[in-house]
């Protein structure tokens, strides 16, 4: 398992790393104004791709070996269909009910969709790469789309939209060619009867995949209605730099747990004790990095990204605190469909978008951002708590059916 982890937190680093050495070029060829339309553009694809497969891709992880090639292929080709069919939805529910959008180009609209369509692929090819625990092909294609939008932000294009466009379609082109050279893709979806053994995991967690991505998305795009596109750009930006190395942490372990977490569910093993040993340690590095921040990320912000965004260590705890409470906790959320527990994370997810869109339309045009992001702080304190309590008593449940079917009780 540490292995593992190394090499999936080489390629997540790394490519953290290029988009950090990148970021004093970036900020200074781009206005916190373009970087919030660019927050705002990927906050919506991001939510369009994590249910582009319909989460099949997550079946992947507890899938039976001879089924795992069909279900990579059904749910790769997937985006294709459910990405259009879903962006088509949306500009029709804007034309019977005018409402406005937070992207307000037709150029703009095409490229998040066309966005989405390639990072869902990117998704399950990463799952079925983590299923396989083939991580060096997964960290490559992390540098690749890292390195991709780089490259385009600073000599191709002048958009860090069209840059991010690129560096997905780079990526799953990558893949593909892998994929394609292996044998293990075709155009068809394998057989019917082997995609319905699983098409339960697919109807309970595409719904909660959906609230949970448009959750965390609703920050960012409620900043930019509410306080403007400049207002997204330095919250985004300045939180993207100062919890990069939490946000790799949490990638780099919820594949590993995911692995090594399935195994252990698969030979009678326990879930909780795994999940207790790497808790322990990301909560404890959380802390100390926290820490760190605090005394030193005022200089960390200027010297990365000039003078003309924001530097105050009070909007830089409030723009870090909400991803330590989650990049703790949420790498371990693979517990509820390992278990075979989804209804119960699901209850969460419902209770935490409630309350998420409940606090963002209290919010409008009655509180500045810095409050704002303080409710928004003690919000996510509140429920990501709640979470892990589920997620311990989850799989406490599971590790006593276990001993019980063990002792032959």
């Known amino acids: ?7 999936s937190a080489f390629g997540v680093g790394a490519g953290q790393f290029i988009l950090f050495a990148a970021t004093p070029l970036l900020t200074r060829a781009y206005s916190p104004q373009e970087f919030g339309i660019y927050a705002v553009s990927f906050a919506i694809a991001g939510v369009f791709a994590t249910i582009a497969a319909l989460r099949f891709d997550l079946a992947l992880s507890s899938a039976s070996s001879p089924d795992v090639r069909a279900l990579l292929n059904f749910a790769l080709w997937l985006p294709l269909v459910t990405v ?48 396989l625990g083939r991580f ?22 002048n958009s860090l939209v069209y840059s991010m466009l690129l560096s997905w ?10 994929l394609l050279r292996e044998k293990s893709l075709s155009f068809h979806g394998g057989s019917l009867a082997q995609i319905k053994r699983y098409r339960q995991i697919s109807v309970v967690s595409t719904p909660v ?32 730099l100062i919890t990069a190395p939490l946000m790799l942490l949490a990638m780099s372990i919820s594949p590993i747990f995911l692995k090594h977490g399935g195994e252990a569910f698969r030979s009678g093993k ?29 200089k960390i912000i200027y010297l990365f990204m000039g003078d003309i965004w924001r530097t105050e260590t009070q909007f830089i705890i409030l723009c870090l605190l909400p991803i330590v409470f989650r ?59 709640l979470y892990l309590a589920f997620m311990v008593v989850v799989a406490r449940g599971a590790d006593n059916e276990k001993e019980r079917q063990g002792s032959g009780l």
């Open 136 to 157: 060096r092909t997964s960290a490559a294609l992390r540098i690749l789309q890292s390195a991709s939008f780089v490259a385009a932000a600073l000599f191709l294009f």
């Open 84 to 131: 259009p069919a879903l962006s088509l939805v949306l500009l029709g529910l804007q034309q019977i009910f005018t409402f406005a959008m937070p992207l307000d180009t037709f150029e703009l609209i095409i490229a998040t969709a066309a966005t989405s369509i390639f990072q869902g692929m990117v998704l399950v090819t990463w799952a079925y790469c983590t299923r």
């Open 327 to 385: 990049s703790c906790i949420s790498p371990f959320s693979g517990i509820f469909p390992l278990v075979g527990r989804i209804f119960i994370g699901s209850s969460w997810q419902i209770v935490y978008f409630t309350s998420t869109v409940s606090i963002i339309l209290w919010s409008y045009n009655r509180l500045e951002i810095n409050e704002f992001l303080l409710l928004f702080l003690l919000h996510e304190f509140l429920l990501y708590s």
């Open 1 to 7: 398992m540490r292995r593992d982890f190394v090499t």
């Open 209 to 240: 995949t959906l609230l949970d991505s448009l959750t965390l998305a609703m920050p960012v795009i409620f900043i930019g209605i509410a306080f403007g596109d400049q207002s997204a750009g330095q919250y985004s930006q300045v939180q993207r």
């Open 169 to 178: 379609g780079v990526t799953i082109l990558a893949m593909l060619a892998i």
């Open 270 to 298: 326990s879930i909780l004790s795994i999940a207790k040993k790497i808790f322990i340690a990301i909560a404890l590095l959380a802390l100390l990095y926290s820490i760190v921040v605090y005394f030193t990320g005022e």
